[in-house]
């Protein structure tokens, strides 16, 4: 089941079976409509609730939303009101008088893009600020590099954890303190087929959605773990499905996510820390934006990355490589590690 079968189905009910409905940001096409009904609802609700507890948290202790810009509506600013929240948006002008707020605020947890968290840890350690009280960060929507965890977590004195979720079910996925990421809904039957995530909703009779294809490709394993949720856990989570591949020429491929191996190993061994994307300009041709200069300089992290590949994929072929230190705020919405130009 598509994303356009949902949208199809959700078009060709008369009626409306819930009082309640949320809406995709349409970051691989058109936002996607989900309704709910108040148990449906509840359900999700009491999956979250149950991934905080198991972490010293509770819904409606004061949270940091590290997100876009927050809406300027009156509905908005009572919801936020009554969930305890503030939004933060560190990026643009004015991002730094913005983490200075933050930090001000004294959350108790952060929660947002990993990228925006990353950003606002960043400013915080260049202005010297030291956050204090914050229990835990939690990063969500996009992949989060260990050597990036190991960052934020030193800035604001927390642990850092990865959420995998969407609209559609809220939280899939939550990451217990021994670093695992546990299927933690028991509403939702998670299945890996052909590189591709699929999803059941058992209970669900607002919309009937059965092996729905979230758009992710993830890779499952049984963990040793009983902490939280299940002991089926997402042993690797590599993205987008649309941004999968990287072509040395037409007939030879490699999974992308090896770019993100690279920078962290690269990260951990050298203590930068930089947010990156990866754009493929050509066959064999890549260009490497990353946000402040290598602290060995370029050269030696363009070496680094070409002799990484070169080993790791066993590459004879010629490749090129371009770095580029460019320090793009960022952009509303989902950062993408990786962007498929041919």
Request: glycine share 6%; charged share 25%; proline share 3%.
């Given at each position: 089941?598509?994303?356009?079968?949902?949208?199809?189905?959700?078009?060709?009910?008369?009626?409306?079976?819930?009082?309640?409905?949320?809406?995709?940001?349409?970051?691989?096409?058109?936002?996607?409509?989900?309704?709910?009904?108040?148990?449906?609802?509840?359900?999700?609700?009491?999956?979250?609730?149950?991934?905080?507890?198991?972490?010293?948290?509770?819904?409606?202790?004061?949270?940091?939303?590290?997100?876009?810009?927050?809406?300027?509506?009156?509905?908005?600013?009572?919801?936020?009101?009554?969930?305890?929240?503030?939004?933060?948006?560190?990026?643009?002008?004015?991002?730094?008088?913005?983490?200075?707020?933050?930090?001000?605020?004294?959350?108790?947890?952060?929660?947002?893009?990993?990228?925006?968290?990353?950003?606002?840890?960043?400013?915080?350690?260049?202005?010297?600020?030291?956050?204090?009280?914050?229990?835990?960060?939690?990063?969500?929507?996009?992949?989060?590099?260990?050597?990036?965890?190991?960052?934020?977590?030193?800035?604001?004195?927390?642990?850092?954890?990865?959420?995998?979720?969407?609209?559609?079910?809220?939280?899939?996925?939550?990451?217990?303190?021994?670093?695992?990421l546990h299927l933690v809904n028991p509403w939702l039957w998670v299945e890996e087929e052909e590189d591709t995530v699929l999803i059941t909703d058992v209970s669900r009779k607002s919309q009937s959605i059965v092996r729905y294809q979230l758009g992710d490709s993830v890779s499952l394993a049984k963990a040793d773990c009983s902490e939280l949720g299940s002991m089926c856990s997402i042993e690797e989570l590599r993205g987008r499905t649309a941004q999968q591949f990287a072509y040395i020429?037409?007939?030879?491929?490699?999974?992308?996510?090896?770019?993100?191996?690279?920078?962290?190993?690269?990260?951990?061994?050298?203590?930068?820390?930089?947010?990156?994307?990866?754009?493929?300009?050509?066959?064999?041709?890549?260009?490497?934006?990353?946000?402040?200069?290598?602290?060995?300089?370029?050269?030696?992290?363009?070496?680094?990355?070409?002799?990484?590949?070169?080993?790791?994929?066993?590459?004879?072929?010629?490749?090129?490589?371009?770095?580029?230190?460019?320090?793009?705020?960022?952009?509303?919405?989902?950062?993408?590690?990786?962007?498929?130009?041919?």
């Open positions: 089941m598509s994303k356009a079968d949902l949208r199809a189905m959700s078009a060709a009910s008369s009626t409306v079976a819930s009082g309640f409905s949320r809406h995709t940001a349409g970051t691989t096409g058109e936002p996607t409509h989900i309704s709910l009904s108040r148990t449906e609802l509840a359900q999700m609700l009491a999956v979250r609730a149950y991934c905080y507890n198991k972490h010293g948290l509770k819904l409606g202790q004061r949270e940091a939303r590290v997100w876009g810009r927050a809406a300027n509506s009156l509905t908005a600013k009572i919801r936020d009101f009554l969930l305890n929240r503030k939004v933060f948006y560190p990026a643009e002008d004015g991002a730094e008088e913005t983490v200075e707020k933050l930090v001000k605020w004294s959350p108790e947890y952060l929660y947002g893009y990993t990228s925006l968290i990353l950003e606002a840890a960043q400013i915080a350690q260049k202005k010297g600020l030291k956050p204090r009280g914050v229990k835990a960060v939690i990063c969500t929507a996009e992949s989060i590099l260990p050597a990036q965890k190991k960052f934020i977590a030193e800035v604001f004195g927390a642990p850092v954890f990865e959420e995998y979720g969407s609209t559609e079910f809220d939280v899939i996925a939550f990451e217990c303190s021994r670093g695992h020429n037409p007939e030879q491929k490699f999974h992308a996510v090896v770019f993100g191996r690279a920078l962290n190993t690269y990260m951990e061994r050298t203590g930068d820390c930089f947010k990156f994307t990866v754009s493929q300009i050509d066959y064999g041709e890549f260009e490497i934006c990353i946000s402040i200069d290598p602290i060995l300089g370029q050269e030696d992290f363009n070496s680094f990355l070409k002799d990484y590949l070169k080993c790791s994929l066993s590459l004879r072929e010629e490749f090129i490589i371009k770095v580029v230190v460019r320090e793009d705020r960022a952009a509303e919405g989902k950062h993408t590690y990786f962007i498929q130009s041919l």
